[in-house]
């Protein structure tokens, strides 16, 4: 049976201080709302990665995870954070190939595989991005390039690697522009996306395969996109940083 995910994504934002306040709150309303069969991943960035797993302890169901990971195990690499080092901090996912990192910091597919192997070999849960802009959406090719950037980045993984990935598809269209996603356009893709990997790890896999909804999803839509049937939970951006908001699109399933 596939997991219930929710992870947020902290981006660049919140200082120490807002970081712990954020943190503790939602830890709190996790336990005090009695949360079951969902699992919560917090994502922020890497400076908060020590205080944040010190407030959540042993909360069941309730994970650390980075916002990237260097595709080097370790060297002269000025800047960079390892997923070993990750791993050492007490992360247990790590989100790669988000939009944001593909557009702005140019991120290939080619680079993007070896990130992914980096992050299994140290005992991390990839939750692999993928998704297209308005350009391909509208010129009907977005299933095809969605399922490019699966096929060039994880289908050269063996079929034990690849039960320990958790999709996340990002209609790059809808973040932040003003456009909105229907549940359908997400359930549309979603199932396009499960029958893609089913064709090359078999039906099985694909069906124990968590996919997440990575499009502007906030307490209004969540209870319609996560009632699809291929809709595993969210990826969530903004509205992961406030904490009423998070737990509502938690308890949206």
């Known amino acids: 049976m596939r997991k219930k995910i929710v992870a947020g994504n902290w981006k660049m934002n919140l200082n120490y201080e807002e970081?712990?306040?954020?943190?503790?709150?939602?830890?709190?309303?996790?336990?005090?709302?009695?949360?079951?069969?969902?699992?919560?991943?917090?994502?922020?960035?890497?400076?908060?990665?020590?205080?944040?797993?010190?407030l959540i302890g042993n909360t069941p169901n309730l994970f650390l995870g980075s916002q990237n990971c260097s595709e080097k195990a370790a060297g002269a690499y000025t800047g960079e954070t390892s997923a070993s080092m990750l791993k050492s901090f007490g992360a247990e996912y790590v989100i790669l190939g988000h939009s944001e990192r593909r557009e702005y910091f140019k991120e290939s597919n080619e680079l993007l595989t070896a990130k992914v192997r980096q992050a299994l070999d140290n005992g991390l849960t990839p939750i692999f991005c993928c998704g297209e802009p308005l350009e391909i959406r509208e010129a009907g090719t977005h299933e095809a390039y969605v399922k490019n950037q699966l096929t060039e980045s994880l289908f050269g993984l063996s079929a034990e690697d690849f039960a320990k990935i958790v999709i996340a598809y990002e209609p790059i269209w809808a973040i932040g522009t003003g456009k909105t996603a229907s549940s359908d356009q997400a359930q549309e893709m979603h199932k396009a996306l499960r029958e893609h990997l089913a064709s090359k790890f078999g039906q099985e896999a694909a069906d124990n395969t968590s996919i997440l909804y990575g499009g502007s999803c906030n307490p209004g839509n969540a209870k319609d996109i996560f009632s699809k049937v291929d809709v595993d939970g969210g990826l969530i951006g903004g509205a992961s940083l406030k904490s009423r908001d998070f737990m509502d699109i938690i308890k949206s399933f």
């Open 19 to 54: 970081g712990q306040k954020l943190t503790s709150e939602i830890v709190n309303m996790y336990k005090d709302e009695n949360i079951k069969d969902v699992t919560v991943v917090l994502n922020p960035p890497f400076v908060h990665l020590f205080p944040v797993k010190k």
